[in-house]
């Protein structure tokens, strides 16, 4: 089977000015096509290391990252979603989402195409400042989406959003991701919003990280979270999610 992501024994090192750390040691797993896998681990255990080596921020220390794109010359095969939205304050709405195409030098009519279809066109010449911390957030997501990667990383993406706000956006993204067919990983620290969200969980532990667990949730395709949340099977992903963190 062409898997879309696979990782062979990624390990990497970082320098203090006195010392040599191990922060990932033999990390392996695939991605396949419209998956949408969330890692969550102890605070600190490299999660967020792990997916900047993904995006290309960083370099591994020793293992293999193969790529299976359908075009592995396109100018983003990989689309990067921050903590923070990095809206530029002075630019409106769609000269935000237009900058990744200006820095490509790309034209591209998606622009306007996202903007109707998820309910931003009436926002498109309003600044920042001026939307919800939900809308910021879509925008972000749009700005990602326009440049047609074909996988998203997600770094926490909900972490800066009040509780409310956090569930009405996870729902937001997640039916967003869906509609585009996008192959995603998310980090979280998140018990919850993971198996609320993904099909696949990978379990990390304490710095060196190692995977600890690969869980599947067997949701079907069109249940909501709310949905989710309801069934007894999330709160068993939930308690042993829960379980590996602790041991």
């Known amino acids: 089977m062409n898997h879309l992501l696979k990782i062979e024994n990624l390990s990497y090192r970082y320098h203090t000015p006195k010392d040599e750390i191990l922060a990932i040691e033999d990390i392996s797993f695939t991605v396949d096509k419209n998956d949408f896998i969330a890692i969550v681990g102890p605070s600190g255990c490299g999660k967020s290391t792990l997916l900047s080596i993904l995006a290309g921020l960083i370099k ?21 979603m921050f903590q923070q939205d990095n809206l530029f304050e002075w630019r409106n709405v769609k000269a935000n989402i237009r900058l990744g195409l200006e820095i490509a030098h790309k034209k591209s009519g998606l622009c306007s195409t996202l903007l109707k ?33 074909e996988l998203l990383l997600l770094d926490e993406p909900f972490s800066a959003l009040d509780y409310q706000t956090r569930l009405s956006v996870q729902s937001d993204v997640l039916n967003i991701i869906k509609s585009e067919n996008k192959t995603s990983i998310l980090v979280t620290h998140d018990i919850s919003e993971a198996v609320s969200i993904a099909n696949k969980i990978i379990v990390l532990t304490q710095r060196p ?5 690969i869980l599947f949730t067997n949701f079907p395709a069109d249940c909501s ?17 829960w379980e590996d963190l602790q041991t």
């Open 117 to 149: 279809k998820y309910g931003l066109k009436e926002f498109e010449y309003k600044l920042p400042h001026q939307l919800s911390g939900g809308m910021r957030q879509r925008v972000a997501l749009i700005r990602t989406l326009v440049l047609e990667p």
């Open 209 to 213: 990280s190692k995977i600890k667990n």
């Open 60 to 80: 591994p220390s020793g293992g293999t990252i193969e790529f299976n794109f359908t075009n592995p010359n396109a100018t983003h095969n990989k689309g990067y």
């Open 225 to 241: 979270i709310e949905e989710r949340k309801r069934t007894p099977e999330f709160k068993i992903l939930v308690d042993k999610i």
